[in-house]
């Protein structure tokens, strides 16, 4: 009787614990995704602002209604942090978030770094809303240079 108690118990943790886990992991059920991590550009890395524009997320609000991105983030695994500023994804829509300098536009956005964010052997690209909860990731291991998440 006292084993099975104890078993009961146990199970009961194991279930608390699983279920309490869930929210820290990427949250699958909301609208926005990352979409694709273009990692390794074309040639060699030069740090020339043409391969670094050539690096970059892909984000996608794949719901009926537009998402404001405004303090959202992205981050790689070292600490490198893109913050979005005042910016609403329309329903549909993708923006690409590139390392390189750039102006700004509807479906681009400009890291404006001076050297490669993404590792060429593998990484991982966190998106994280204003309140810092992880809404996806992407993680890939030494490949081709483009990662579809």
Request: aromatic content about 10%.
């Amino acid at each position: 009787m006292r084993r099975r108690i104890v078993s009961a118990a146990a199970a009961c943790l194991v279930a608390l614990a699983a279920t309490l886990a869930v929210p820290a992991q990427a949250s699958a059920a909301g609208p926005i995704k990352i979409t694709g991590v273009k990692y390794d550009p074309p040639g060699r890395d030069t740090g020339s602002n043409t391969s670094l524009r050539a690096e970059w997320v892909r984000i996608k609000n794949t719901g009926n209604r537009a998402v404001s991105l405004s303090g959202w983030r992205v981050r790689d695994r070292a600490g490198h942090v893109y913050v979005f500023g005042t910016y609403r994804l329309p329903a549909g829509e993708r923006v690409y978030v590139h390392t390189g300098r750039g102006s700004d536009t509807a479906h681009h956005k400009y890291w404006d770094r001076d050297w490669y964010v993404w590792n060429n052997t593998g990484d991982t690209a966190t998106l994280k809303n204003r309140s810092l909860t992880v809404i996806d990731r992407c993680k890939w291991g030494n490949g081709d240079g483009f990662r579809r998440c």
